[in-house]
């Protein structure tokens, strides 16, 4: 049975989520990295490995979440809170053009007193100042609490947040869409189908966003397929991802007990999330949680591009993992490998 599972990767047919669960399940380390790799060439021949120079900017760490996996927010009052002024954005961003960065990823907590007004103003002030750059900006998470706290549709928060400035929707807060394990590790978060309508919505109103997963808490095997075909069936009717970039849950500092997924499991669910991710074109592998050389193993297991050159990032940083690279660095390390190395805009154009 595994080797039709395996000559149907191999013939280019989609799989079902028991024939993905036993390939995931049952498959060899390597086996799943051939495949991984064997569709990677064939989605992208012309062996190019792509990055984005940009800055993660998070506006603010207050959050009435309390994600149980998040060891960056403060509560409402609590000592170490803020919310930055546009002068310290424009700081940030000033610099970033600087370091030939192109967009920024603006995310923050879930504020409770900040109106949709506050993030628009944000917006319009960015784009006068800075009318090059590419806003990535705020997660299906965020906008869900924009509709609650301002009593407004996804739609319209949405295209108000568009006409503002906003670009384009990353990914997070995805976690893994199955609310079972939402409940457990972030029960004041937008559910699975939520997280699902914000993206619909964001590309039925012309939007590319992008798609993550954090594995390794609570989650079984079966939930994180279940979240890659959850994934599957919106991009077959909407096209609008434009990548899907999984990373493994990191526990130091947070209320969550776990221990750091190994090489082999990130590297097993990486080649697999390509498998069953037929309609993506693009894998992002992840140095800032594994770090560089299993980024640069993670090329010959379904990823095709290395990320972000992360200028600023603080959430993942709170957990006590702190990886950092240059531009230099992550095109030595793409083409060490034996690729070339390519900086490119969140749609996934190439710069000259």
């Not at 699975?192 to 989650?219: I, P, Q, R, S």
């Amino acid at each position: 049975m595994l080797k039709e599972i395996i000559d149907k990767v191999l013939m280019g047919k989609r799989l079902s989520f028991d024939e993905a669960y036993k390939l995931y399940l049952k498959a060899s380390f390597y086996e799943l990295g051939d495949l991984a790799n064997f569709i990677r060439k064939k989605k992208h021949p012309e062996n190019i490995v792509t990055y984005v120079v940009d800055r993660n900017i998070n506006y603010s760490n207050i959050c009435v979440c309390g994600c149980k996996f998040c060891a960056f927010f403060k509560s409402p009052g609590e000592d170490g809170g803020y919310v930055l002024s546009f002068d310290e954005l424009d700081k940030k961003i000033q610099e970033t053009l600087e370091l030939g960065g192109t967009q920024i990823l603006l995310q923050g907590g879930h504020h409770p007193d900040l109106k949709l007004e506050f993030y628009e103003n944000m917006l319009s002030h960015i784009k006068e100042k800075f009318p090059t750059i590419h806003i990535h900006g705020f997660s299906p998470p965020e906008i869900v609490h924009f509709s609650k706290l301002n009593n407004l549709s996804i739609k319209e928060v949405i295209k108000r947040l568009i006409a503002a400035g906003l670009d384009s929707i990353p990914g997070g807060g995805a976690e893994i869409l199955v609310d079972r394990v939402r409940h457990k590790v972030s029960p004041n978060k937008c559910s699975a189908t939520e997280w699902l309508d914000v993206m619909d919505t964001a590309h039925n109103l012309g939007l590319k966003t992008t798609a993550t997963m954090m594995f390794g808490h609570v989650e079984t095997m079966e939930d994180r397929i279940l979240h890659l075909i959850r994934l599957r069936d919106l991009q077959d009717k909407t096209r609008g991802f434009t990548a899907f970039i999984p990373w493994g849950f990191q526990p130091d500092n947070t209320r969550i007990k776990a221990r750091k997924i190994t090489s082999v499991e990130y590297l097993r669910l990486l080649a697999i999330s390509r498998i069953v991710l037929d309609n993506f074109d693009n894998i992002q592998v992840s140095w800032v949680t594994m770090g560089p050389e299993i980024a640069q193993l993670a090329l010959f297991f379904g990823g095709n591009d290395f990320g972000s050159t992360m200028i600023e990032e603080n959430v993942v940083a709170a957990t006590g993992v702190r990886f950092r690279l240059s531009i230099e660095e992550i095109e030595r390390y793409i083409s060490e490998a034996g690729f070339e190395p390519r900086q490119r805009r969140m749609d996934y154009t190439l710069i000259s």
